[in-house]
């Protein structure tokens, strides 16, 4: 028996004051507001909050960026949001981007499909 969670309700949370560094694989919505380094991979989606510092890669369904310092090149299937007072610095890829006016973003954005299998393991020596 399979219990479905709301659209809304938070699987997990970095809290502000908290640091991780690796990889991230997660189901549901995850919060982070502390501090990541690493890579991030979901089908579903990721918050990052004020007060966040996130340096990586990202790959999720939805990436909302709701404030913090995120060095990262960001992938979704779905979604990009960048919202004041987020500083976003790296490339975005997603169907669909919005930018709220006021985000300080530098890096490159294309909107394009994006597959959850895009990427996911960089080739090696040239391997495709």
């Known amino acids: 028996?399979?219990?479905?969670?709301?659209?809304?309700?938070?699987t997990a949370l970095l809290g502000r004051g908290t640091r991780f560094d690796g990889k991230l694989h997660f189901e549901g919505r995850v919060r982070i507001e502390g501090s990541f380094c690493g890579?991030?991979?979901?089908d579903d989606t990721l918050i990052i909050g004020e007060g966040a510092v996130v340096d990586g890669d990202i790959l999720a369904a939805t990436v909302?960026?709701?404030?913090?310092?995120?060095?990262?090149?960001?992938?979704?299937?779905?979604?990009?949001?960048?919202?004041v007072p987020a500083e976003v610095s790296g490339n975005l890829r997603a169907p669909e981007v919005?930018?709220?006016k006021g985000v300080q973003f530098t890096g490159s954005c294309s909107m394009a499909p994006?597959?959850?299998?895009?990427?996911a393991e960089p080739a090696r020596d040239g391997a495709q």
């Open 1 to 10: 028996m399979s219990l479905s969670l709301p659209a809304n309700e938070i």
């Open 98 to 100: 919005f930018i709220d």
């Open 64 to 83: 909302i960026i709701l404030g913090g310092k995120v060095k990262a090149n960001v992938r979704a299937t779905r979604l990009i949001e960048l919202h």
């Open 114 to 119: 994006v597959h959850s299998d895009d990427g």
């Open 39 to 42: 890579e991030i991979l979901s």
